[in-house]
């Protein structure tokens, strides 16, 4: 971003040194293209900040997600814990329920 910001100032640069070498800009456009010139900077910037605004928006919603699928996959492995142990807790009431028909 940087690099194309500083070939458009270069470029402005070197074709308003070009309209002023060959006599084809007067000191009023000469102004206003300085003005123009200024005016796209301010542009730029503010696009620039936006950009980085949205860059951080973005890492910190990123940063969000990667906790919700931290406590989702927690929470997937707690589930499955307890479905192990419902099952082992079914297969000895089974047992204890068998036992207790045979006597």
Known sequence: ??????ALLKWATLALSLGLFTGCTTMEQYRQM???IA???ETADA???SAKRAEA???????QADAAAS???K?????MAASKAAARCEEKCNRIMQKAVRK
């Open 39 to 41: 005016k796209t900077q």
């Open 1 to 6: 971003m940087l690099r194309n910001k500083t």
């Open 47 to 49: 696009a620039l900040a």
């Open 57 to 63: 928006v973005a890492a910190a919603a990123e940063h």
């Open 71 to 73: 406590k989702a996959d």
């Open 75 to 79: 929470a997937k492995h707690a589930a």
């Open 34 to 36: 300085q003005a123009d």
